[in-house]
């Protein structure tokens, strides 16, 4: 079964809108953390939030907000206001805290965000 | 501050030679980790390093091998490419794999093309 699933290859929003990318995950750990990323044509991946199993408030960061619903295991990422720039693919991942994970970080296949002026 | 820095960026080899990578962490961050992005696969790990050690690896021939310096810089080794190991190799850091919410930062990858 996928670990992390992101169900939207593609998707478009019209610039100064927001929008929700969706992520889905499967783990039995009680210790994880879910991290979402930014990658742009260039390639480089830009970190953009953490929100950890225990957290009992969604994060946020600037324009980033995330719905973090535990008990459905899922954590999709709200960009407000979106702006040009944000056109790239977004990966949703996530880290499990067991032994045999270490620091790996599992990664979904990604979104696909293009914004409209 | 620096962030990860890995070299070369791009990279044409032919079938059955071997390739080495080099990634160079963000100043005082001792955790590295690879991965390899298709694609087909998408974003699959390949290795994690810390304090010279291989902590954990993933599902990947022997033909992937990687090292860790005393300095944190770390390579990754593929030996006798084939056309199947085209893709961007990225390196990540952090400061300690100990801390769950410690995000790692990734340098801009390595593109490999194998003719």
């Known amino acids: 079964a996928q670990k992390i699933t992101q169900t939207q290859p593609g998707m478009f929003v019209q610039e100064k809108e927001a929008v929700t990318l969706d992520c889905t995950y499967d783990?039995?750990?009680?210790?994880?953390?879910l991290f979402w990323y930014k990658q742009p044509s260039s390639g480089e991946m830009i970190f953009l939030i953490y929100q950890g199993s225990y957290d009992e408030q969604n994060a946020t960061e600037g324009r980033y907000s995330l719905n973090f619903q535990k008990a459905r295991k899922s954590a999709n990422l709200v960009i407000s206001a979106s702006q040009l720039g944000d056109s790239a693919m977004y990966f949703c991942?996530?880290?499990?805290?067991?032994?045999?994970?270490?620091?790996?970080?599992?990664f979904g296949g990604g979104t696909r965000l293009m914004v409209k002026p | 501050k620096a962030g990860v820095t890995q070299t070369p960026r791009y990279l044409i080899k032919t079938r059955g030679q071997q390739v080495t990578l080099s990634c160079s962490p963000i100043?005082?961050?001792?955790?590295v980790s690879w991965y390899q992005q298709t694609p087909g696969q998408g974003l699959q790990f390949l290795f994690e390093y810390f304090s010279e050690t291989q902590r954990n690896k993933g599902n990947f021939p022997g033909r992937f091998s990687g090292r860790q310096f005393s300095n944190s810089r770390s390579e990754m080794n593929v030996s006798t490419l084939e056309l199947g190991d085209s893709a961007l190799y990225l390196c990540?850091?952090?400061?300690?794999?100990?801390?769950?919410?410690?995000?790692?930062?990734f340098g801009d990858g390595t593109r490999l093309s194998i003719l």
């Open positions: 783990t039995s750990d009680q210790s994880y953390g």
């Open positions: 100043s005082g961050h001792r955790s």
């Open positions: 991942a996530m880290r499990e805290m067991n032994n045999n994970a270490g620091n790996m970080l599992t």
């Open positions: 990540a850091s952090s400061l300690t794999p100990d801390r769950l919410n410690q995000p790692q930062h």
